[in-house]
């Protein structure tokens, strides 16, 4: 089963990026690719067809709008996204179709991803009786709230907003975060409940990404490196392994610890749950 996680900017006059895992283990998934500036729609529906070559199962999980029916205002999932984190600085921007002159570009995607040459289903509803089964499905996904949950953040993370510097500081907090969170620890550590030289291992995350080396290459980047385009570039493929993260949680869990805010109507939002 694969993972494909995009990062889809609203307009072609910016670019996309795109990470994928593939499972590994039962609860593993590696980083088998990444691209960091992907242009057209024609592009990126290319790439995510030879991406999924090969695999029986394929989920996209696009961080951007595939359901946008008001012409102005905010999708009711927006507007619920905002009232449960905008205390953490990570509320939903709002989004209408006036803000879309050319049309939404997610919607197009989706529906060239469902015709039959590609095979995709519009299917973010796992139940958790049908969880962890191969299946070729794509869905929207906002990665600033599934930090929040995920990593137990007490505010949103900034590495898409402000100076160059502070965005270098968020990036640098979120690759922290990543590995911290998402991915299985290396090698054994000294545990404090154990006698003095007792060593253990930690726990790994449920689901986790494997540690490999296009992994470590992309998260051992040196940040304070990076300038205009290549600072917005790698903000934008680590939004996109994000993505591509929480496309596996959800497939994973199903509908036991994580949730579809909103409905197919009107606009929703695949979110992993908060457990208390």
Request: net charge positive; aromatic share 8%; hydrophobic share 35%.
């Amino acid at each position: 089963m694969r993972f494909i996680g995009l990062d889809l900017a609203w307009s072609v006059r910016n670019t996309s990026a795109v990470s994928v895992l593939e499972t590994s283990g039962a609860a593993g998934a590696a980083l088998i690719h990444y691209q960091e500036k992907l242009h057209s729609d024609k592009e990126i529906i290319e790439y995510i067809a030879s991406a999924a070559s090969g695999s029986k199962g394929v989920c996209v999980a696009v961080d951007a709008p595939l359901i946008v029916k008001n012409k102005t205002g905010a999708r009711p999932v927006d507007r619920e996204i905002t009232s449960r984190f905008v205390r953490y600085g990570a509320g939903a921007h709002p989004c209408n179709r006036a803000k879309f002159p050319q049309g939404v570009r997610g919607e197009r995607l989706v529906k060239e991803l469902c015709k039959s040459k590609y095979g995709f289903k519009h299917q973010p509803f796992i139940h958790r009786s049908t969880r962890r089964i191969p299946s070729k499905t794509v869905f929207e996904v906002y990665p600033h709230p599934a930090q929040i949950v995920l990593f137990g953040l007490g505010k949103r993370i900034l590495y898409k907003k402000g100076s160059a510097e502070t965005r270098r500081g968020g990036q640098k907090t979120l690759q922290k975060k990543i590995k911290t969170h998402l991915l299985a620890p290396q090698g054994k550590q000294q545990a404090t409940t154990k006698p003095p030289g007792k060593q253990t291992r930690l726990p790994k995350p449920i689901p986790h990404i494997i540690r490999n080396a296009l992994l470590k290459d992309l998260l051992s980047r040196d940040i304070d490196s990076l300038k205009g385009s290549a600072l917005k570039s790698h903000e934008d493929v680590l939004d996109a392994l994000i993505c591509a993260y929480i496309g596996f949680y959800h497939w994973y869990w199903g509908d036991e610890k994580s949730e579809v805010v909103g409905d197919m109507k009107s606009g929703y939002i695949v979110l992993p749950r908060k457990i208390s």
